[in-house]
């Protein structure tokens, strides 16, 4: 079918209410069939429905991305339109409700529409604004306007696309003119879409506040910052208060060949403003940035993030077409910033390269869906990855001296040099990488909403590093000649991916299927390696995606003899090498997103990075990071150093650590030696990885191997269970432990601990913990089960039963008994401050819980003061209620054992890391609190002391 393209004219008339937060207005639309069919009605989504309730298809996505805040929401918080009143050509429309989303309607048309006749549709509305959920709100009297108007839906060729406003899934509109008329209380800074008509005054205004802006960072820094504090006071004044002016103002916007309005409004912004002048110098942009006083600083070069935004994606796609190019500092909640034609509104990020990134980002939607109006819901990688893509050139560019580097903290990178050459292409391929081997990931054909959250963000990173190695294979200058071809041709249209297939193939000396299939069809992956076996380079393809493969050359010298682009690698190759050559690389410029660069050059130099930096995958980098944090009472304050390698994006889950500390207390080194594998290949397992861990402190040494796999389904997160495997060989020095909790000598254990978690609903989950534990003289089972309930925001109630029993018992090692108030760490898993006894500020049971085994959070102790134990079965049952108004938790603790007299039960307060007794039940007298000191001698504390180092 030849292409068509519905046409539609709005003239909008609102006025905003900014006392209780809502928009009166009244829509006139002239549609315009285009398409070869006749129609009975027109889709229209009226999305302010959205935030109406919990069952609209934004607030259920909501809850499964886990996201709690609308669902927690009041009601006077949210949102909604009606007031609505359809008619058509002079006749009252029919409207009939969508039976699943109540933001999507259908207008029956009085009378047929005809192909290229029109229709004039009118309607008042009335939008109560919710709070920023999403995208359109309000956060007091700062205002984000957006897809607010009753709009129809695209029609074209493949029929309606009637949609429901998502949080995570964009957006699909006809292309046409907007003449929106908007009033509102004056002392509004207020910035849209399209120019401004017949507002001398308000742009004088806007003027004048932009030299304000100049002269306020024109300021030196100590009395900028002093400026912007009160800046900020006074905002903060005006905001708890109504309009300095019931005096309103209407201004009158209008744009012609976009597909969207959007608008924003605020008091206090800070406005600056600047030019830009495309190639031929002939056309003046007007770059406007409004921000908050606040994060004045943050924002103070983004007339230049616009200037240099809008100058390259000109030159890599074609002209910006419009007047205006804004951006606005905003309350945003759907993430670092959102497009729409003209202006985009942004979330303040944590640096100025971030800020940029996500200004340039913005602005480079102008043309990935601004100007190619493409499906945003069902082809999210069109305009997000294409986007993200595009951001990896600009940066490239601009920041080309710097290789490219992203700034995310100065003093970081820059001085120390952690981090030094973070880059804008690793963090894509880093975002890549991270989930492309996944058994969750999924192809990029999907809709948006039946996407994962962590698979959404694929459709950012992976066509953006595919499209950076297509433009390697291909060449710059064919990139830039197809893209502009494509835009040529479909600007202000509703392309397909099949369209951009076909650009692609019609600029190609081959047909890229192999790209567009396996990139965007299927969740192929991309593993090449090398290895020299006999004097012989073999290329290896290790992943299902046998792409073109670029191999490099290199003598003695390291100098690069030859390169080849190396095509159909289905299973290992033996490298045809030049003369000379002694060292190979794949990819040698790391365009390819091979999902494991660890092994793609052959041989590796070694090089030393201060605490971390991107790794240089062709050479052994090895982090080497000061270590001063250790401590335990017998060793001491133990420095020394830490050196790790891999573990980064691009080693394939691939890891090596080794630690050499100093005992001074001791006059000893201490040290351990880990390494871990990914395991691929196991059914049973979503994913898995072997471990192999030495190392000596605190009394102990020795070895532990192990094996941890998750199993679960694909793309669901529950029910999802951990299987750990694990063999322990302790050497323990009876002078350097407690005697009464530990043995000294050797052991062999073997552990094996299964985990399984629901999630019930989305108010409760239920997990439980079963395992065994066996050495030469003892064998012990273990379950215990946990139930999550949470009844309100504040009512969170939490039941844990445990119950354990010996098989074996006898001779049975000190460390392996059951303690009833929480485990004593008895393989070294964990650091515990003091396993001596001998310290009175930490010992160990005196004041610190360490999770497992019955614990009750009271020091349950026998006649001699002692920690109680049991050798036989031993249970628990364990209650927190999290109440309203109240700063922590309440708990009550019950437990017991066969070989013990009597059932114990404590109950308290949980405040953070604070176990706060109030009763004790086996303290004969003196079993409640009669003064400070009883609460002091019986407070408990609980602290995750997993440092990265560990004394295995």
């Known amino acids: 079918m030849e292409y068509f393209q519905q046409d539609v004219k709005y003239e909008i008339e609102v006025t905003l209410n900014d006392k209780d937060h809502s928009l009166s207005g009244f829509e006139k639309i002239e549609y315009t069939n285009n398409s070869y069919d006749t129609l009975d009605f027109i889709w229209f989504h009226l999305w302010p429905n959205a935030y109406k309730n919990d069952s609209t298809a934004f607030a259920k996505q909501q809850i499964r991305m886990n996201n709690m805040r609308f669902a927690n929401s009041e009601k006077i918080d949210r949102g909604y339109i009606d007031s609505l009143n359809f008619v058509v050509d002079g006749i009252k429309a029919d409207l009939i409700q969508h039976p699943e989303w109540i933001d999507v309607c259908k207008i029956i048309l009085p009378n047929k529409l005809l192909p290229n006749q029109s229709v004039l549709i009118e309607t008042p509305f009335f939008i109560k604004l919710p709070l920023v959920f999403s995208r359109l709100g309000h956060s007091g009297q700062h205002y984000e306007i957006t897809q607010w108007y009753p709009k129809p839906a695209v029609y074209d060729h493949k029929g309606w696309h009637e949609m429901p406003y998502l949080n995570m899934g964009e957006f699909y509109s006809e292309f046409g003119v907007f003449d929106v008329k908007i009033t509102l209380p004056v002392d509004y800074r207020i910035m849209a879409t399209g120019d401004l008509v017949d507002a001398e005054n308000e742009i004088r205004w806007l003027d004048s506040l932009a030299v304000v802006g100049d002269s306020l960072h024109a300021l030196s820094k100590k009395k900028l910052k002093r400026k912007l504090k009160l800046m900020v006071k006074n905002s903060d004044i005006q905001n708890e208060n109504d309009s300095l002016s019931v005096k309103l103002k209407t201004l009158h916007f209008h744009q012609s060949n976009v597909h969207d309005f959007a608008w924003f409004a605020d008091k206090n912004w800070i406005v600056r403003k600047g030019n830009l002048f495309l190639s031929d110098s002939t056309k003046k942009i007007i770059l406007w940035s409004f921000y908050l006083p606040k994060n004045a600083e943050l924002w103070e070069n983004s007339i230049e993030y616009l200037h240099d935004s809008g100058m390259w994606f000109s030159k890599f796609y074609g002209d910006y077409p419009y007047n205006h190019l804004t951006a606005v500092d905003g309350d945003l909640s759907a993430g670092g910033g959102m497009e729409y034609p003209n202006i985009t509104v942004i979330s303040s990020g944590g640096s100025q390269d971030l800020l940029e990134y996500v200004i340039m980002h913005e602005v480079g939607h102008n043309w990935f869906y601004g100007i190619i109006g493409s499906n945003e819901r069902d082809h999210t990688w069109m305009d997000e990855g294409l986007n993200e893509y595009s951001n990896i050139r600009y940066w490239q560019k601009k920041y080309s001296s710097r290789n490219e580097q992203i700034l995310i903290q100065d003093i970081i990178q820059n001085k120390l040099g952690i981090g030094k050459n973070l880059s804008m292409s690793w963090i894509n391929y880093a975002g890549y990488v991270s989930a492309g081997i996944s058994k969750d990931s999924q192809p ?22 595919f499209m950076r190695y297509l433009e390697h294979y291909l060449s710059e200058e064919k990139i830039n000649i197809i893209f502009k071809d494509f835009f040529q041709k479909w600007k202000f249209k509703h392309p397909y991916p099949e369209d951009l297939e076909e650009v692609f193939n019609n600029h190609s000396n081959e047909d890229l299927d192999w790209f567009f299939d396996n990139v965007f069809e299927k969740t192929t992956y991309v593993d090449y390696g090398v290895t020299y076996v006999r004097n012989k380079f073999i290329l290896h393809n290790y992943g299902t995606f046998p792409c073109p493969v670029e191999v490099a050359y290199y003598d003695e010298n390291n100098k690069e003899i030859n390169r080849d682009w190396l095509h159909n690698i289905n299973d290992e190759r033996i490298l045809n090498t030049p003369p000379k050559t002694v060292k190979v690389k794949i990819d040698p410029d790391e365009h390819m997103p091979d999902i494991d660069r660890s092994n793609n050059g052959i041989p590796k130099n070694y090089e030393f990075n201060f605490i971390w930096d991107k790794p240089n995958y062709f050479n052994h980098a090895i982090n080497v990071v000061p270590w001063f944090f250790s401590y335990n009472y017998y060793n001491g304050f133990t420095p020394g150093i830490t050196a790790f390698s891999g573990y980064s994006p691009g080693y394939n889950s691939k890891g090596n650590t080794i630690s050499i500390l100093y005992d001074f207390k001791q ?9 871990i594998r990914p395991l691929r290949g196991i059914s049973l397992f979503h994913e898995s990885s072997f471990k192999v861990r030495f190392g000596s402190g605190s009394g102990r040494t020795g070895i532990n191997i192990g094996v941890n796999g998750t199993i679960k389904s694909p793309l669901v997160d529950y029910p999802v269970s951990n299987l750990n495997i694990d063999l322990f060989y302790h050497i323990l020095d009876s002078t350097a432990l407690d005697p009464f909790l530990y043995d000294g000598g050797k052991y062999v254990i073997g552990s094996i601990l299964y985990n399984k978690k629901w999630k019930l609903n989305q108010k409760s989950s239920l997990s439980f913990t079963s395992g065994i534990k066996i050495g030469e003289k003892f ?36 460390q392996y008994r059951t303690f009833l108030s929480g485990s004593i760490d008895s393989d070294f898993q964990e650091n515990i401050l003091d396993r001596t006894g001998k310290s009175e500020n930490f010992k160990l049971l005196s004041n610190m819980i360490y999770k497992g085994g019955p614990g009750l959070r009271g020091l349950v102790r026998n006649r001699d003061g002692k920690p109680l134990f049991s050798e036989k079965r031993s249970w628990s049952l364990c209650f927190d209620q999290q109440l309203p108004y109240l700063p922590g938790k309440i708990f009550l603790d019950v437990g017991g054992a066969s070989d013990l007299e009597e059932i114990y039960m404590v109950s308290g307060f949980h405040i953070g890391p604070l176990f706060i007794p109030i009763y004790q039940s086996w303290e004969e007298s003196n079993n409640t609190p009669n003064n400070i000191d009883w609460m002091l001698n019986r407070i408990r504390f609980s602290f995750d002391l997993s440092l990265p180092i560990r004394f295995l």
């Open 444 to 465: 990029l054909n999907l809709t948006a909403d039946d996407y994962s959250s962590i698979n959404y963000g694929m459709h950012y990173t992976k066509p953006a590093v």
């Open 667 to 675: 006059d000893k080194p201490l040290g351990n030696v880990s390494f």
């Open 779 to 814: 064998s012990k089972g273990m379950f215990t089960a946990i139930l999550n309930q949470k009844f309100t925001k504040n009512v969170i109630t939490k039941i844990k039963f445990y119950i354990s029993d010996y098989l074996i018992s006898k001779d049975l090692p000190s």
